[in-house]
């Protein structure tokens, strides 16, 4: 390496200044740990590697993924998959500005993989006996995670929502605007009466308790916004006890909750996605839990719906003695001119459609003829 070539840290430390540019504070953290933990490991394991041109993937890469996985106490998957990936990045980085960066360094088979967890709603007797609580409960600390079950935002939403969040933008639809959160996206969430309610609380009861920090906020803040998100935790916990819950409670399983009680509703996902504020409808689906009573109950609607798609009216059968007459053939002969049209109605396809059209003029014909027989026949 030659004097005018920055180092491995050097290079890091420049990509670093510029990813910040574009990036959020909090993901800047995570880069300038990965770059210290890498580094502080070629300072053990090749203290005598300086120039990325000489980075391999094996020993160097190769080593830190297992020195990694054999950290005590163990990393998590997640956290491990974590660094891989930044630290990917950062080696993009610096290619991309014109240094000699080995191919494949990190390759996807080096990622472990991330265990899939089940979603963990409420159950329905505890988000019942939870949302009675808080609807009863004085302050405006219950009401802003009333407000948080009732529409699913996130916690960090809810506590940077503005004053004049709830917008009318209907004669009769209200909306409460989310801003700019976690994926850079806002969007505005349907209001009910209950949620319109919620607002009204929090701006009633916190009236008293606004202070310059608060003043283009909904909820209160008294200090610092970590003192407003350990205030909801403590009062969470506090209505999760008193109202006997199995378990306690944290905010982020009410957002699971809101999820598929949508879902249970009838909310599309689609349309779920926008109101959790998703760009992809795969993190919509990790959301919502579907139970075997919810298997149960949409199999049986959708074979339901399947059987009276092709349902046709039965056309039932005379038995008098009028049966043999014309009146009996000319009630038969409407009554299937009936059934033929139903079942055009049902039909999708425009050529059976047609077809149907000209036999039930045919069979219109033929009952018009009969009618003028029995006519004469008096």
Not at 90 to 117: C, K, M, N, Q, T
Not at 159 to 170: F, K, S, T, V
Not at 285 to 290: E, F, K, N, S
């Amino acid at each position: 390496m030659s004097d005018s070539t920055p180092n491995l840290g050097q290079l890091f430390q420049q990509q670093i200044q510029n990813l910040a540019l574009t990036r959020r504070a909090s993901t800047m953290r995570g880069y300038r740990v990965t770059a210290h933990r890498f580094l502080a490991y070629l300072r053990t394991s090749a203290p005598q590697l300086q120039d990325v041109a000489e980075l391999r993937r094996d020993p160097h890469l190769l080593g830190w993924f297992r020195s990694l996985a054999e950290q005590q106490p163990p990393l998590s998957p997640k956290s491990r998959w974590s660094y891989l990936l930044l630290l990917r990045r950062l080696l993009a980085e610096v290619a991309a500005a014109g240094y000699p960066v080995a191919d494949h360094l990190i390759r996807p088979e080096d990622f472990p993989p991330l265990p899939v967890y089940l979603p963990r709603p409420l159950s329905w007797e505890d988000d019942r006996r939870l949302q009675e609580q808080l609807g009863r409960s004085c302050g405006w600390e219950a009401a802003a995670l009333l407000l948080l079950r009732l529409t699913g935002m996130r916690i960090g939403e809810c506590m940077d929502l503005p004053a004049d969040c709830l917008r009318q933008i209907g004669p009769d639809a209200w909306g409460v605007h989310v801003p700019l959160g976690k994926l850079h996206t806002e969007r505005m969430v349907p209001a009910d009466a209950d949620i319109r309610a919620a607002v009204a609380r929090i701006v009633a009861v916190g009236a008293g308790t606004v202070t310059p920090h608060s003043a283009n906020f909904l909820l209160p803040r008294p200090a610092a916004r970590s003192t407003l998100y350990r205030r909801l935790r403590a009062a969470l916990d506090q209505a999760a006890q008193q109202a006997g819950c199995s378990a306690p409670i944290t905010p982020h399983p009410l957002r699971h909750t809101f999820a598929s009680e949508m879902v249970r509703l009838g909310v599309s996902l689609p349309a779920l996605m926008l109101m959790l504020g998703h760009r992809d409808i795969r993190m919509t689906l990790r959301y919502v839990q579907i139970t075997q009573v919810d298997l149960q109950r949409e199999y049986y609607a959708a074979r339901l719906k399947a059987a009276e798609r092709y349902t046709v009216p039965q056309l039932s059968a005379s038995t008098g003695s009028a049966a043999a007459g014309l009146s009996g053939i000319c009630q038969a002969l409407a009554a299937s001119c009936h059934m033929l049209e139903m079942y055009r109605r049902q039909t999708k396809d425009d050529k059976i459609s047609r077809k149907l059209r000209r036999l039930g003029r045919r069979l219109s014909a033929v009952e018009s003829e009969v009618q003028k027989l029995k006519t004469n026949e008096k």
